[in-house]
């Protein structure tokens, strides 16, 4: 069974930088498109941005410009760099496979930014 454990995630001012990382336990990146979510309090979990098995990568809207996904195969991990981080970003940060509607992994822990203005 796959096992996710995202870590990173702190407490930072608007402005500041923050770089999540997402650990697996198997060799799942390369035949999987993954991603990352977040999840707000009081609202539903959404999407942040994708990474295809070959490299390709998608962003939400809100995210575009500011946040870099990328993937290191041989560790098996998978970042988000997210700049210029906004108070909106304030969530709990998951990674998973894309999409997740036909099926997905289970969830780690999450990691929790906290955007402070």
């Known amino acids: 069974q796959v096992h996710l454990v995202e870590s990173g995630g702190g407490l930072v001012q608007a402005g500041g930088s923050l770089r999540l990382s997402c650990a697996a336990s198997?060799?799942?990146?390369?035949?999987?498109?993954m991603a990352w979510y977040r999840q707000a309090p009081g609202k539903p979990r959404e999407f942040v941005a994708l990474?295809?098995?070959?490299?390709?990568?998608n962003y939400a809207d809100s995210v575009k410009g500011r946040f870099t996904i990328t993937r290191d195969d041989a560790r098996n991990t998978m970042y988000l760099q997210m700049n210029s981080l906004k108070p909106e970003d304030t969530a709990v940060y998951y990674c998973?496979?894309?999409?997740?509607?036909?099926?997905?992994?289970?969830w780690g822990q999450g990691t929790q930014v906290t955007v402070s203005s």
């Open positions: 990474i295809t098995s070959s490299g390709n990568t």
């Open positions: 998973n496979r894309y999409p997740i509607i036909i099926y997905y992994f289970p």
């Open positions: 198997g060799s799942i990146f390369s035949d999987n498109s």
